[in-house]
């Protein structure tokens, strides 16, 4: 079978010939039908020797959806046949966080070689996709699994991060999202389908805001100078109760605690390196508190894919053919996709 494989590190993931996997035991057997493609993808991709604990080579894709094809012989949990989206942080499989599933804050995760599917094991993009156990699957039934396979990391990751914000975002609260991609724009609709709050938009680049605006933000605006003025003053003048970073640069932790009222909650989803150092007072909002949301639990993903079932959630992708994944790599470094690029077998 074909597969997009990662041999070295900072070198182009490789279009590879395989061998189709077997399951054994607890396994399943996956017959790929999409798999999402993103910035954690890039970054894996441009890793240098020893930053990752990961070994060479594996698949790539940790956004999967598809079909189970075949079990192993102690496979319980899915039917062959079931159409399924893959839960993707996988942990150790035996602590409690794992056994509650919340494999995402595993409390081993900083010694096992891998942070989940296609992220040091073997991903989905693939043909095929061996996954350990069915407990890292969720029935998508009549879901597109091109509309699927981004729930499992840019679905779930802003629906984790939304709901520890939650409780801040009742009646008249305002929530800012910082960079409205892949995950942002699907944060926008999850705050308008489980909260109350105004949705503000902030993003680099007018197409971005238009997809805010298709989304359900109230207002979006590009950074500029008077960035946080404008939305200090659009949430009412006292400042936002939310803000989740989906860039984490440090401009946008900078406009992030400056437009964060005090006592509000900040969650930073992005990887961009910026930095944010307690000094003295004054220079963060004071009470203000920090999340770093990883991913999410096999129960919120159940709740996404629920939410895009009923069509509260939807979505945006560009289409490609996994032959087409070394090109599409590209785009996505030159900031060309729209939404979610998801690749589907040839």
Request: with cysteine; proline share 7%.
């Amino acid at each position: 079978m074909r597969a997009l494989r990662l041999t070295a590190w900072g070198e182009p993931a490789t279009p590879t010939e395989v061998e189709r996997p077997v399951p054994h035991g607890t396994e399943v057997l996956v017959r790929v039908e999409a798999a999402g493609l993103c910035h954690s993808d890039l970054h894996v991709i441009d890793g240098v020797p020893g930053a990752l604990p990961y070994r060479l080579p594996f698949t790539l894709g940790h956004e999967v959806a598809g079909r189970a094809t075949a079990l192993g012989p102690d496979a319980e949990g899915v039917t062959a046949g079931q159409r399924v989206v893959v839960y993707g942080p996988w942990g150790c499989g035996a602590c409690d966080r794992c056994a509650a599933g919340r494999d995402n804050y595993c409390d081993r995760r900083d010694t096992l070689p891998w942070h989940g599917v296609g992220l040091g094991r073997d991903g989905g993009m693939a043909e095929y996709l061996l996954v350990p156990s069915a407990r890292h699957l969720v029935p998508i039934d009549d879901l597109p699994a091109v509309q699927a396979a981004p729930l499992s990391d840019a679905g779930l990751t802003s629906y984790h991060a939304v709901a520890g914000l939650r409780p801040a975002l009742g009646e008249g609260g305002t929530a800012v999202v910082i960079g409205v991609g892949g995950l942002g724009h699907l944060a926008v609709q999850i705050l308008r389908a489980t909260t109350a709050s105004r949705i503000l938009a902030v993003d680099v680049r007018e197409d971005a805001l238009a997809l805010a605006d298709r989304s359900g933000a109230d207002f979006g605006t590009l950074v500029r100078a008077d960035t946080a003025r404008v939305l200090r003053t659009r949430s009412g003048g006292a400042g936002a109760d939310a803000v989740l970073d989906f860039v984490g640069t440090a401009q946008t932790l900078e406009l992030a605690t400056g437009i964060l009222r005090p006592g509000g909650e900040l969650a930073v989803v992005g990887s961009g390196g910026g930095r944010l150092t307690v000094a003295k007072p004054g220079v963060l909002p004071p009470g203000f508190r920090l999340s770093l949301p990883f991913w999410g639990t096999r129960a919120e993903l159940a709740e996404v894919v629920g939410l895009a079932r009923s069509g509260a959630i939807q979505v945006e992708t560009e289409r490609f053919p996994l032959s087409a994944a070394p090109e599409v790599i590209g785009r996505l470094r030159r900031g060309q996709v729209r939404g979610r690029a998801v690749l589907v077998p040839d």
